[in-house]
Nanobody
Framework: QVHLVESGGGLVQPGGSLRLSCAAS????????MGWYRQAPGKERELVAA???????NFADSVLGRFTISRDNAKNTVYLQMNRLNPEDTAVYYC??????????????WGQGTLVTVSS
């Protein structure tokens, strides 16, 4: 089973920054989509930022200009740099992969989630 291991969440003050990491436990040959979603208490899970094959990354309107997404293909890892955080960014952040993985074929997998809390 392929795992997505997330790290980097925590408590940060408004205006601060965090960097999330998501490492896949196997080699990713190609990704139809890989990125980050989040779910705040009482709300549905929503897209934050994701790489989509053949195009530029997609971002939620609420994070445009504040968050950036990047990846290291050699490490099978995707990152989410979050700047100018505000309390509305408080949520559990989930890594997501839909792609072709060595030894497993085509699959869709979610990480376990990492909590980001923005509070003074």
């Amino acid at each position: 089973q392929v795992h997505l291991v997330e790290s980097g969440g925590g408590l940060v003050q408004p205006g601060g920054s965090l960097r999330l990491s998501c490492a896949a436990s196997a080699r990713i040959f190609s990704a139809n989509s890989m990125g980050w979603y989040r779910q705040a208490p009482g709300k549905e899970r929503e897209l934050v930022a994701a790489f989509v094959s053949g195009g530029t990354p997609n971002f939620a309107d609420s994070v445009l200009g504040r968050f950036t997404i990047s990846r290291d293909n050699a490490k099978n890892t995707v990152y989410l740099q979050m700047n100018r955080l505000n309390p509305e960014d408080t949520a559990v952040y989930y890594c997501y992969l839909n792609g072709l993985v060595a030894g497993y074929g085509a699959l869709e997998v979610w990480g376990q989630g990492t909590l980001v809390t923005v509070s003074s």
